[in-house]
């Protein structure tokens, strides 16, 4: 599939005068080489290239050669058996009328001369000495896209490229990704730059073909399942067996990405999605992600300031973006999940039993429901969501953490911790009522919290009793017995997992120590 994509150039002041310099030399250039295909297509000359190659070397002696082939080409895209007005006809006609004069003879004018005469073109080839374009050639500099202009005898204006992706089909996120793959292997493609001068403004296209690789990395050996994370900002990347099992983990801090700008930013991401979508192919297997159709970055008044702000400085979708596009150019499946309550039966279920972090575990849950297991609640937990007494017990502890913080509330007089402060009584709120709710429910009927063993062919979208079932043993657990909303540290969940030592807890009314003993 063949495409072309727009971007513009900021450049220095004296750089852009070179180049619109330049420009006007190739522009030039371009009419010469049109009225002479005209005239020696009239001729039929055999080989009209080499007299219009010839003619144009003496013409513009200081332009370079490879431009001048690039006129001629340029040249070639115009009818010509019909008359053509470089700079555009319609604008050429206002111009010749009469009563135009002033501010408006001028614009009309200055626009019609950019046409005529802001023009820079340049066919690209995917020989290893042209790197895809020999003269208008992007590069990195500073971890920033540039593009690199020539204007003869070896020397270079370096012009920053400014583009943002403007939505995930966006073939933006393609190019760049092949652009970034052939600077890595040395495999160059080749792409046609033309640049144009617009309003002052330096405008430029891309024209290059998109290859469609046949997938070669299936989920059928397994995943590299990652999780985004923004507290701290990191990615979570667990390899899971075609079997469903945890075969190794590693974090990738991200933090680095936050002080850059948009163009480093960018460049860093796609550094990093090609060395996610490598960790793949040499361990032979697909990428399982989260699809991620919209994220919550929090709102004024939160008392979240800090993740608020980190979360505008980074979006999670962009990088996944990047990973999924340069995934399709290496012929390595993806695969989106839903994301809901990965990070609950992570958390609960796998970061104990396993001994990891909380994000790895997250990690892991999005890797299995890719290759289509659905999550059972292990025995335990199911005990003890059908124990009314701890229940209760829980229940109790949120209460009176709602006391005390109503009462921190009213004495705080600094605005951001009393915003913080104000946050966490919503979400003690929030629990009360889940709590509530599902007591009540046991009243009336059992609670169904079974799971399902083996594959799940909805990728384990599971049904609204189960997914209350995680939230409510989410709630029932980590406050009242680690004392925190989302600690760190899960292993004093194990004994409860395993042992089903909440027990203890119901029979004294008293949160485990670490450890899992009683006080």
Not at 317 to 346: C, D, Y
Not at 384 to 412: M, S, T
Not at 419 to 442: D, G, M, P, Y
């Amino acid at each position: 599939m063949f495409v072309s994509l727009q971007f513009k150039l900021e450049l220095k002041r004296e750089d852009k005068e070179k180049l619109i310099q330049l420009m006007r030399k190739q522009s030039s250039a371009i009419r010469v080489a049109y009225n002479m295909l005209k005239e020696l297509g009239k001729e039929k000359t055999k080989n009209p290239h080499s007299q219009i190659y010839q003619r144009l070397r003496q013409l513009f002696p200081d332009l370079p050669t490879k431009y001048i082939d690039s006129a001629i080409y340029k040249a070639k895209q115009y009818p010509t058996d019909k008359s053509v007005v470089f700079g555009g006809k319609r604008l050429f006609e206002k111009l010749c009328k009469n009563h135009l004069t002033g501010k408006l003879r001028e614009r009309l004018k200055k626009q019609w001369r950019e046409l005529r005469q802001g023009t820079l073109i340049s066919i690209g080839s995917r020989h290893e000495t042209v790197k895809g374009n020999l003269l208008l050639r992007f590069i990195e500099l500073d971890g920033e896209l540039h593009l690199r202009i020539t204007t003869g005898n070896r020397e270079f204006i370096y012009a920053k490229v400014l583009r943002e992706p403007s939505n995930s089909k966006d073939k933006w996120i393609t190019f760049m990704a092949m652009l970034l793959e052939s600077w890595q292997t040395k495999n160059y493609f080749a792409y046609t730059v033309e640049l144009k001068l617009r309003d002052g403004e330096v405008y430029g296209n891309v024209s290059f073909e998109i290859p469609t690789p046949k997938v070669k990395y299936t989920k059928e050996n397994g995943v590299i399942a990652i999780d985004t994370n923004a507290s701290p900002i990191h990615l979570a990347i667990a390899e899971v067996s075609k079997t469903g099992e945890l075969l190794s983990y590693q974090t990738i801090s991200l933090h680095h990405l936050l002080g850059l700008s948009k163009n480093a930013k960018d460049h860093q991401e796609w550094i990093l999605a090609h060395k996610i979508v490598d960790l793949a192919i040499e361990k032979g297997k697909a990428i399982a992600v989260e699809n991620l159709k919209k994220l919550k970055k929090g709102t004024r008044g939160d008392g979240k300031a800090k993740l608020r702000k980190r979360l505008h400085k980074w979006n999670a979708k962009k990088l996944l973006q990047k990973i999924k596009r340069v995934a399709m150019l290496k012929g390595v499946e993806v695969v989106e999940v839903n994301p809901a309550h990965t990070s609950i039966i992570g958390m609960l279920k796998y970061a104990p039993q396993l001994s990891i972090d909380k994000d790895i575990a997250g990690a892991y849950v999005i890797g299995r429901r890719a290759l289509g297991f659905k999550e059972d609640m292990p025995e335990n937990y199911e005990r003890l969501l059908k124990d009314k007494a701890y229940l209760e017990f829980a229940l109790k502890r949120y209460e009176e953490r709602e006391k005390e913080l109503r009462e921190l509330i009213e004495k705080e007089t600094n605005e951001y911790k009393g915003n913080a402060l104000e946050s966490e009584l919503r979400s003690v709120e929030n629990a009360k009522k889940l709590l509530t709710n599902f007591l009540q429910s046991l009243q009336s009927e059992p609670s169904s919290c079974e799971g399902a063993n083996g594959r799940n062919p909805e990728q384990g979208r599971g049904d609204k009793a189960s997914s209350v079932a995680w939230q409510v043993l989410k709630v029932a657990l980590l406050f009242p017995i680690l004392g925190r909303v989302l600690p760190r540290d899960l292993s004093p969940l194990k004994p409860i997992l395993v042992e089903g030592a909440w027990d203890r807890v119901r029979s004294r009314l008293v949160p485990l120590e670490v450890g899992g003993a009683s006080r």
